[in-house]
């Protein structure tokens, strides 16, 4: 947090998550365990106009369902006037929320996806982001193995910040399997 109260700029990664017909790329900021998407990228992700999803995201509070101090952020956001303006981003408990409320094929696209990740990521301990992996090659993998299996013959865990903020080809999610 900033001294104003306000979230500071996150440090977590940017994934990228494609529609399975590619025709929207929407990024995905990860950061203290969750997802985060402003109320523009929630529009474009769910292929609604900005208004459909400030009622809904409106509605969501309203009603009780989540509470806004726990579920919204600000995040600095320089716009093309280079400007730096603090934007409203949600996290995944009100991205669902508004992608059933919004009953789109593309909401139903995310919620498998995010679903899937996070129960690989519960079930296997890990996930892999396969392009990256593709990209990078296996020599990043290759690191976190022999990492793991140094530590693990120690009888110790990784430090902590190394689990955070993954830096081989393991991340905390996926996108494009």
Known sequence: ????????????????????????????????????????QMA?????????VTKHVRNVFKEGELEPEAVRAKFAHTAADGKTYQVDHFNLDVIIS???????????QFRIWATRTLRDHLVLGYTLNTRRLVERGLGEIEQAVGLLARNAGRGRRPDRRARRRPRYGATRAVANR
């Open 98 to 108: 508004v992608g059933y409320r919004v009953k789109s094929l593309r909401g139903t």
């Open 1 to 40: 947090m900033t001294p104003s109260g306000e979230a500071a700029l996150p440090r977590g990664e940017v994934l990228v998550y494609e529609t399975p017909d590619g025709e929207v790329r929407v990024d995905v900021r990860l950061d203290r365990d969750t997802v985060w998407l402003s109320q523009e």
């Open 44 to 52: 474009e992700l769910f292929g609604q106009e900005r208004s459909v």
